[in-house]
């Protein structure tokens, strides 16, 4: 079955770097848009960004821009999400989404059917 499986959070120092990954079975991956999204306590879940199925096509909130990168290695079934210059706002739980959506990526919840569990994101000194 589909499964999605996020690694690589942890506690970080404002201005540090994590990457996250998130490998994935059951599906090929080269199909399949992938979005990163995070939640902290009490906030609505939001979109971080997201890589299509299509080779080049990506999206960043304006949040993130210039500071994560997501990118993709559908040979290992795994997406990244390089975090620098983290800060505190950054905080949350993490989770990878999968769908098939064409050509096309979007960090709209609704969009995903595939989720992770989530890893844990602290930005703190």
């Known amino acids: 079955q589909v499964q999605l499986v996020e690694s690589g959070g942890g506690l970080v120092q404002p201005g540090g770097s994590l990457t996250l990954s998130c490998a994935t079975s059951?599906?090929?991956?080269?199909?399949?848009?992938i979005a990163w999204f995070r939640q902290a306590p009490g906030k609505e879940r939001e979109g971080v960004s997201c890589?299509?199925?299509?080779?080049?096509?990506?999206y960043y909130a304006e949040s993130v821009k210039g500071r994560f990168t997501i990118s993709r290695d559908n040979a290992k079934n795994t997406v990244y999400l390089q975090m620098n210059s983290l800060k505190p706002e950054d905080m949350g739980v993490y989770y990878c989404?999968?769908?098939?959506?064409?050509?096309?990526?979007?960090?709209?919840?609704?969009?995903?059917?595939?989720w992770g569990q989530g890893t844990q994101v602290t930005v703190s000194s």
């Open positions: 989404a999968a769908e098939i959506l064409g050509t096309k990526c979007t960090v709209e919840v609704g969009s995903y059917d595939y």
């Open positions: 059951g599906f090929t991956l080269a199909h399949y848009a």
């Open positions: 890589t299509s199925s299509s080779v080049g096509r990506s």
